[in-house]
């Protein structure tokens, strides 16, 4: 599967743009677990933020490959695409479930930059990926909803002007389908009382929180779609999720076996180059043909997606396979470099722990495996 010369110039016009944010650039937000302000306002200026945003309400209107390019590109250029990926998958629930005076009123604003939508509230501490049995509660009274509960993991809502929240407006025991009862809700930060963010120190720079509603009152208007039907709507978010991550992490794979490539060309012990010995070369040989495939499957996901087709199973797939070939490729660079490899100066120990995380989020790798097994190889499901 050949990917669209269209894509060519996308690709060039990102990797330009990320010369402007060297390995410099990142390990000083890193230090001080800094949000990318700078970088966020240049991609937004460039277009690329608004990639899916239809040309209609002032966006770049491209497509789903078009948005794997874009993030692929940013994490082998070694920047950090996690704000970028956020406002593109999380824009797709308003575009595709939103009225028209909601996409009129958001849009736009997003597009040029004059708003961020970059939290997505859905996991909480009680039950993580089981988002079926969310506890958060959202109360019809009057013309607004009271909202109370709790979310964790709502990376960048310090960052963000809107978040996308869901909440249970339905008791699990009365919901009249079990993946009924659940709401969309386009939460506007910035203006809504009873909201507390606190943030979480991980071992990466994530900008990750944990989110506390008590009492939040927003407006009825403030939902997308129809009521308790937010588990749905969300779904097809999260194949979006899945597919532009499985495409950093392609990204990621690429520049770690760019960077052992060349550094085992280069770095010369008893006399001979180290990538001259196969112990050596075998690995990052092994990583490329991971890098190779999984890229071909994210790729394939890509292209359903933007068909209109199911793609459930390869987003998920596309997901797990490029999270372990990025991994794998960060471990073979790390081991490639030995003890220069944990030096700051050199990226690789801030891009390791970066690409660490996809192995586990945003779905979990035995998650993934019941998916496939359930859906695809029509097992008996086993959660």
Not at 163 to 173: D, K, S, V
Not at 223 to 234: L, Q
Not at 261 to 285: D, H, L, S, T, W
Not at 344 to 368: C, G, H, M, Q
Request: hydrophobic share 40%; with cysteine.
């Amino acid at each position: 599967m050949t990917e669209s010369a269209d894509l060519a110039p996308i690709r060039e016009a990102v990797r330009t743009l990320c010369a402007d944010f060297p390995g410099e650039y990142w390990r000083a937000l890193d230090r001080e677990r800094a949000y990318p302000d700078k970088f966020v306002a240049a991609l937004t200026k460039a277009g690329f933020l608004a990639a899916l945003i239809p040309e209609e309400y002032g966006g770049s209107g491209l497509s789903m490959s078009a948005a794997v390019a874009i993030m692929e590109e940013v994490q082998a250029a070694g920047c950090n695409g996690a704000a970028c990926h956020a406002q593109m998958y999380t824009m797709g629930t308003l575009l595709r479930h939103g009225s028209a005076e909601q996409k009129a009123r958001y849009l736009p604003a997003i597009a040029r930059g004059e708003q961020r939508l970059q939290a997505f509230g859905v996991t909480e501490p009680s039950s993580g990926t089981d988002t079926l049995s969310l506890r958060t509660t959202a109360v019809r009274d009057g013309d607004s909803y009271v909202i109370n509960g709790q979310k964790i993991w709502t990376s960048r809502a310090e960052h963000s002007d809107l978040m996308l929240l869901l909440a249970r407006t339905t008791p699990r025991g009365e919901a009249k389908t079990r993946t009924g009862g659940l709401t969309v809700f386009l939460v506007n930060m910035r203006t809504v009382k009873g909201l507390t963010v606190r943030p979480i120190r991980t071992m990466m720079n994530h900008a990750t929180t944990e989110v506390f509603f008590e009492n939040m009152r927003v407006p009825a208007d403030s939902v997308i779609g129809t009521e308790g039907e937010g588990f749905r709507y969300i779904l097809s978010g999260m194949n979006a999720e899945r597919i532009l991550i499985a495409a950093e992490c392609v990204g990621d794979a690429k520049w770690f076996i760019d960077k052992a490539a060349a550094y085992a060309k280069e770095r010369v012990v008893f006399g001979r180059p180290i990538g001259q010995n196969q112990g050596v070369q075998f690995p990052v040989a092994r990583a490329y043909m991971g890098m190779r495939a999984a890229a071909l499957m994210v790729r394939e996901a890509a292209t359903l997606y933007e068909a209109g087709e199911d793609c459930g199973g390869e987003a998920n797939m596309a997901k797990q396979l490029a999270a372990e070939a990025s991994w794998a490729a960060a471990d073979m660079c790390l081991q490639t470099h030995g003890g220069f490899g944990f030096a700051e100066e050199f990226d690789i120990e801030r891009k390791f722990r970066e690409t660490r995380l996809y192995t586990v989020a945003p779905i979990s790798t035995n998650l993934v495996l019941s998916y496939i097994a359930e859906h695809v190889l029509g097992l008996p499901r086993s959660y």
